[in-house]
């Protein structure tokens, strides 16, 4: 499976932005997609990620109720809809990609893309 992100930009607090993730392959639907971000300086993060099968939906504490993660398997795409974004936001966003089962484990995930800019100014 190959990712491409992509969505990112600059907003101001309180805006809003949706990041896509493309992805190449028949299997689309077999994988749970996550989304996880890096500030610099920091680890890769957990954001959210949505489940094979069920399209379940997770969240990291910090984004509960502001973001949205979803897909469209006819479209080999999952997006993050952002609302409500605040500084702390900013980073570098990836989406990421595991056979099978949910997992918040950036360890987990066998495949990424390359990542695509949030920035939020004050």
């Known amino acids: 499976v190959q990712l491409q992100a992509s969505g990112g930009g600059l907003v101001q607090a309180g805006g809003s932005l949706r990041l896509s993730c493309a992805a190449s392959?028949?299997?689309?639907?077999?994988?749970?997609m996550g989304w996880f971000r890096q500030a610099p300086g920091e680890e890769r993060n957990f954001v959210s990620a949505i489940s094979a099968g069920t399209f379940s939906t997770y969240y990291a504490d910090s984004v509960k109720g502001r973001f949205t993660i979803s897909r469209d398997n006819s479209k080999n795409t999952a997006y993050l809809q952002m609302n409500s974004l605040k500084p702390e936001d900013t980073a570098v966003y990836y989406c990421a990609a595991v056979r099978g089962s949910y997992s918040d484990d950036v360890k987990k995930y066998n495949y990424w893309g390359q990542g695509t800019q949030v920035t939020v100014s004050s």
């Open positions: 392959g028949r299997t689309f639907g077999s994988y749970t």
